[in-house]
């Protein structure tokens, strides 16, 4: 069965830990991990992701472009924002624009786990439904 892929782009080590343990409970993803903005416009601009967990500050862009050009390649995709506080106001500006959800690092982080669960049901991105 082909897996639906994911971009996770973050540069914080706590959060891609926390993310990484979050994500080996979806082994139908495919995971490209990423921690800067140059190589995350370069996969955005190659392929299209089924979902994209993407930070809302990362040195040289933000998280509205990445969530931009990730449903610029794929109308269907579920972005995801990944932010702390501070980004908050940002990263519901990029629900308004496309976006799926954000969560708010790092007590957030646990809701990242509900929202893919629900990705994995509602937006039929299960290999197994294929």
Request: proline residues 4%; glycine residues 6%; negative net charge.
């Amino acid at each position: 069965m082909e897996k639906r892929t994911l971009l996770l782009i973050e540069d914080e080590g706590y959060v891609l830990d926390r993310v990484n343990e979050i994500l080996s409970g979806f082994p139908h993803f495919e995971v490209t991990r990423v921690s800067d903005a140059q190589n995350a416009r370069a996969l955005l601009d190659e392929k299209p992701f089924d979902v994209v967990l993407a930070d809302i500050y990362l040195r040289g862009a933000s998280g509205l472009e990445f969530s931009y050009k990730a449903l610029q390649k794929n109308k269907d995709a579920c972005v995801v924002i990944i932010t702390g506080l501070d980004g908050a106001d940002l990263a519901a500006k990029a629900v308004k624009e496309g976006a799926f959800d954000f969560v708010i690092k790092p007590p957030g982080l646990e809701r990242l786990s509900n929202i893919l669960k629900m990705l994995t049901l509602v937006r039929g991105l299960d290999p197994a439904q294929d």
